[in-house]
């Protein structure tokens, strides 16, 4: 019980430092300020399944008889990709993303958009902030052409995030059509190109105050989940670590005394049937990138969970070195599969004479199939 105890303290000594680093680092990552463009995808290169990675979408009417959100390919601004929305019905749809932002601070918000046939309403496809009242300027058909489309706003007081939308509609204004958005962007400036440039709020102006999302509490959350994770992966490594050495505790005790250990753990198998037989052994080793050395051995020692072949020099292989064997036996041959060198020994007379030596190979992949054909050769 106290080794068992000291191999515990000796493994959590080992992963501690691991995990502790693991945690510091996803700190970092959350404390880490992003710079220049804060969309993540926003040149709709990477998607999952044919759905648009990292944004959400909603629509007025959510069905896929009434719209489609996808990744289309081929058909990029910039890049191969863009996203698209199309209204099969008179719709507000939009993609959706959350992103940081500082207080008090100037932002803008840009794209390029293709509009396709876009029939009704006042506002077809633009982009926006979630929750405000105004967009870009907006297309409804811009002849096959990727159009530059961008506003600029100011967040509030309070403010340390909001909703970037790329949209086909707006608020009471249903639109049917096809849009295509790509290279959207949302990066902080610190001044206006020019005076006459009008300047949004990036919030809702009939609340006293904008009150975000609490992006504190979500990054606790993920971070806890991440480190329930890893806890989890730690418990399952010392679990699997006790069943091994509980599981060799029982087969040490097991085979006491007896000559032959367990089979199924990577040693030759000698509990197993032995025949005793003349065979030729071909043993073929790598030694280099691609390249393979061919030995010949004599052996008169096999079973089903290994062989024995007899060689002066035991200086030819490393223990636990994985080999590919083959044997030849009255002219036939067998191929055997991988096995590992799991010993070297001399064998000797009571005089202290070596009688004879070799090395004890372990069948890693050895067939059934095979092993009944070489018994029922023998």
């Known amino acids: 019980m106290v080794d068992f105890i000291g191999r515990m303290r000796n493994l959590f000594e080992r992963l501690a430092p691991i995990v502790s680093l693991i945690v510091i680092l996803l700190w970092l990552s959350a404390c880490i300020e992003k710079t220049g463009n804060l969309l993540e995808n926003g040149g709709f290169e990477r998607d999952y399944f044919n759905q648009i990675a990292m944004w959400g979408n909603e629509a007025h009417i959510y069905s896929t008889d009434a719209v489609r959100f ?24 939009k993609i959706i993303q959350w992103v940081k932002v500082k207080p008090n601070s100037l932002y803008r918000l840009s794209c390029w958009i293709k509009a396709v046939e876009v029939e009704g309403g006042n506002t077809g496809a633009n982009i926006s902030v979630l929750g405000i009242g105004n967009s870009s300027p ?84 993920l971070i806890g989940v991440l480190v329930l994770i890893l806890s989890a992966a730690v418990l399952a490594g010392i679990f699997l670590y006790i069943k091994r050495e509980f599981l060799k505790d029982f087969l040490r005790k097991f085979f006491k005394g007896k000559k032959v250990p367990v089979s199924g753990t990577g040693k030759e198998r000698r509990l197993k049937k032995r025949l005793i037989k003349e065979m030729e052994v071909l043993v073929r080793k790598k030694y280099k990138r691609g390249q393979y050395e061919e030995i010949e051995f004599r052996s008169h020692d096999i079973s089903e969970g290994g062989i024995f072949i007899t060689t002066d020099d035991l200086s030819q292989f490393k223990l636990n070195e994985e080999v590919q064997v083959d044997i030849t036996y009255e002219g036939n041959k067998y191929s055997l599969g991988k096995a590992k060198i799991t010993r070297k020994q001399k064998r000797l007379t009571e005089g202290g004479i070596v009688r004879e030596s070799g090395y004890g190979l372990a069948f890693l992949e050895l067939k059934t199939s095979i092993w009944k054909a070489i018994a029922s050769a023998f």
Do not use: M
Request: some cysteine.
């Open 138 to 221: 907006d297309f409804k058909d811009t002849a096959g052409e990727w159009v530059y489309t961008e506003l600029y706003g100011r967040t509030g007081s309070q403010q340390n995030e909001l909703a970037v939308v790329a949209r086909l509609g707006f608020y009471g204004s249903l639109v049917r059509g096809l849009a295509y958005f790509d290279d959207i962007g949302l990066e902080e400036v610190g001044s206006l190109p020019a005076d006459s440039v009008l300047v949004l709020n990036f919030f809702d102006e009939s609340k006293d105050s904008y009150k975000p999302r609490d992006t504190l509490v979500g990054t606790l959350v």
């Open 70 to 93: 996808f990744v289309k390919d081929n058909e990029g601004h910039s890049g191969t990709r863009c996203a698209a929305i199309a209204n099969l019905v008179p719709n507000d749809s």
